[in-house]
């Protein structure tokens, strides 16, 4: 076991019709390990919100957000990068360091 910190990812611009399995194959197809998924639900029915985030390692964040950052999907282009907390600082999950 790895004692490497981990970091949360913010992939936004994530086509309002795309689902779940949609967005988290798309994840797969990079190769990183994901140690955490959330897709948010819309409040308007959609099945996205719009946006999801991946739990990853840290040293796996730059190569994720590579990949991710930039890339047409579902006829939009992805926004990737390490989230934001609302002071504008990288965010760490409480639970990952």
Partial sequence: MTDEKRVKIYIGGI???A????????VDETGVQVHEFIFPQ????YASAGFA??????????????????????????????AQNQQGQPRRDRFFG
């Fill in 15 to 17: 086509d309002w019709d």
């Fill in 19 to 26: 689902n779940e399995d949609d967005v988290k194959h798309l």
């Fill in 42 to 45: 819309s409040k308007k029915g």
């Fill in 53 to 82: 985030f991946a739990v990853v390692n840290e040293g796996d964040a730059e190569e994720f957000i590579r990949q991710l950052d930039g890339h047409s999907f579902m006829e939009r282009v992805l926004r990737c990068e390490v």
